[in-house]
């Protein structure tokens, strides 16, 4: 029957026919649609459970109950309620037969709905929030002179015949045009079917032996398509109850999934910031899948997560990209034993240097053991984005086999090209490429397109080197120097550039028409001069009462020159510190001029190796000096 639901696809993307031709934006389609096809799942739910109930009670003519009985049974299931529709039998197919009493009849038909029901759907806003916004949607259509002939468009919808499932096949297909077209889902990838079919038998090949209630969770929920699909797959291939727990931020995609939940036997769907008001503080789930948005910023709630106190986010991630918050918070639900799936791009794998927020995190996951494996998808697998995409397999109870080791499986070539691009998706995980990689996965074992890590190939120590240049000749201003001695201090007379002399120091003076202080003239003169010098490229002279210094760029070193004899020093700098000093009762105010000559260093890194065992590394640090560890 999936397949037969399908065919409504075309149907329902055939409304738009109307919005587009009033001038409605085909962007802001998923936004008039979104509430219509809620309407269309919700009728058909409350219908088939209204047969269903009869069916249980053996009763065949309607005639034959009191409709305001039944209806109390069917409220008391907490599924939803339309008291036109269960007592009164009018859906909105039959609503939208006569245009004359249209409005009338919809407004009461849409006010039968239970108060959780018009909450979501919008149709009458708590709070502010507006979530499918029906309300909104139809003062629009109205202002347009098209909601009967769109509502009527939506009433030839059908959808009875079809159970949970197969609908979230049909939801699935339809919420993929609207995230390939709306503005809204910026950073936000919607999960492709195959890549949830992959992800559901990874998760179905770790848990099928186990008993016992599973629980399903998904912080970044959206519509709901990856986690009931993937609670659809696992009913279907073992024996496993489950619950669902899911929660996103988006009003709308939230409204759907809340929608969707009420008619799944234990399924429950919150709305909030998962990062900053954690609906489910205290649910640990079996399992845990995401699909995380991507490169999204997270500066607007910076402080909360900086302040967290439920100690889930052990380093933080740069502020422009919440992918690895995301990944903790999804760790910190998995029970003792929990496994989980997350979807990530490129960036979660080799973003942020040794010692950033992003490689602690990793470090972090291989430190205690979690990452089993790291699978790569083919490019051209998600609707609106061509890049690489990532599955991160989570374990916090691995064999004994595979502790300590972490498998790498590239399945970047293990697809099938779509016959018909599919916005920009072109290629599909089919069912032998899936089945090759739960395999390998199962297996563990190294073959053409996975291979098994000891996880110390992961890390590595990244050291911080001082460079010291040389001139020309290999020599540098080191070899002038003492030991213990880092500079040479200069008391200079006067300093010069090409541009003409700097003053004569100490300064004690100033031009009264420019500076009512010498400290004036100090801040806005000779401390911002000194801070742009730079001897190699300004020509600095130097003197002092026997000599003169500057940089010979040509030939990179150093020169002093005493009673007209020069002498190269070596590659080296000039640096020029200035000071003001207040007057006190020996010495007037002044600005004070101290030079330095040392060596000309620059700081560059090293990787070198990672030791599990710790005084190895210390020997490292001890040859190197200080020693970063990274992980990836």
Not at 57 to 81: H, M, S, W
Not at 359 to 384: C, G, H, Y
Not at 478 to 491: G, I, P, R, T
Not at 547 to 560: A, F, P
Request: aromatic share 10%.
């Amino acid at each position: 029957m999936a397949d037969n639901i399908l065919q409504y696809e075309f149907t329902i993307w055939a409304t738009a026919d109307l919005l587009r031709g009033c001038g409605i934006k085909e962007s802001e389609w998923p936004a008039y649609m979104m509430p219509f096809f809620a309407l269309s799942l919700l009728e058909s739910r409350l219908l088939r459970s209204l047969d269903e109930l009869l069916t249980e009670e053996a009763i065949t003519d309607f005639a034959d109950v009191d409709p305001a009985e039944l209806a109390g049974v069917i409220r008391d299931r907490g599924k939803g309620y339309n008291a036109y529709l269960v007592e009164q039998g009018k859906t909105l197919r039959g609503i939208a037969q006569n245009d004359k009493t249209f409005e009338t009849d919809f407004h009461a038909y849409l006010a039968a709905f239970d108060p959780q029901t018009r909450w979501l759907l919008g149709i009458e806003a708590f709070g502010g929030e507006k979530f499918l916004d029906m309300g909104g949607v139809i003062d629009r259509l109205k202002a347009k002179k098209v909601l009967f002939s769109y509502a009527k468009e939506w009433s030839q919808i059908d959808l009875k015949p079809f159970n949970n499932s197969e609908i979230t096949t049909l939801e699935e297909h339809i919420k993929r045009r609207w995230a390939d077209i709306s503005a809204e889902t910026a950073g936000e990838q919607y999960t492709p079917d195959d890549v949830i079919d992959l992800i559901s038998e990874i998760i179905v090949a770790k848990v099928a032996a186990t008993n016992g209630i599973m629980i399903i969770y998904d912080g970044t929920c959206g519509g709901g398509n990856l986690l009931f699909g993937v609670e659809d797959r696992i009913n279907d291939k073992t024996t496993r109850v489950t619950q669902t727990y899911g929660q996103d931020w988006n009003d709308a995609l939230y409204a759907l999934a809340a929608i969707e939940s009420r008619f799944r036997p234990d399924s429950h769907i919150a709305h909030g910031n998962t990062l900053t008001d954690d609906k489910y503080p205290h649910i640990k789930a079996q399992v845990v899948v995401a699909n995380p948005p991507y490169g999204v910023s997270w500066k607007g709630y910076q402080k909360e997560i900086v302040n967290d106190k439920t100690l889930r986010f052990k380093h933080l991630p740069s502020v422009a990209d919440g992918q690895l918050l995301f990944t903790q918070h999804l760790i910190d639900k998995l029970d003792d034993e929990g496994m989980g799936v997350i979807v990530h791009n490129g960036s979660t794998l080799c973003s942020g240097d040794a010692g950033s927020g992003e490689s602690n995190i990793r470090k972090w996951m291989l430190d205690n053991d979690m990452v089993e494996a790291v699978i790569q998808l083919p490019t051209d697998e998600f609707f609106n984005t061509g890049i690489h995409t990532y599955l991160w397999v989570l374990n916090k109870a691995k064999d004994a086999a595979r502790t300590d080791k972490v498998m790498l499986i590239d399945a970047s070539q293990m697809f099938k090209p779509l016959r018909k691009s599919k916005g920009s998706k072109r290629k599909e995980v089919d069912g032998e490429s899936r089945q090759a990689i739960v395999n390998a996965l199962v297996a563990f074992t190294d073959n053409d397109f996975a291979r098994v890590f000891d996880r110390a190939f992961f890390y590595f120590n990244k050291q911080a080197i001082q460079l010291t240049n040389v001139d020309a000749n290999g020599h540098s201003f080191a070899e002038q120097l003492k030991d213990e001695q880092k500079s040479l201090k200069l008391h200079p007379v006067k300093i010069s550039t090409a541009a003409g002399v700097l003053a004569e120091f100490p300064v004690t003076s100033f031009d009264s028409n420019r500076y009512t202080a010498l400290i004036e003239r100090y801040e806005q003169e000779i401390a911002p001069f000194v801070a742009a010098l730079d001897a190699k490229e300004q020509a600095l002279v130097v003197e002092t009462q026997k000599e003169r210094y500057w940089c010979d760029g040509e030939r990179e070193t150093l020169v002093r020159e005493r009673g007209g004899h020069q002498e190269t020093l070596g590659c080296g700098r000039i640096a020029v510190k200035a000071t003001y000093k207040a007057a006190t009762q020996s010495r007037p105010a002044r600005i004070e001029i101290t030079v330095a000559l040392a060596p000309d260093t620059e700081k560059d890194y090293e990787i070198i190796p990672y030791h599990h065992d710790e005084a190895e590394n210390r020997r490292h640090r001890s040859i190197y000096g200080e020693v970063h560890h990274a992980a990836f």
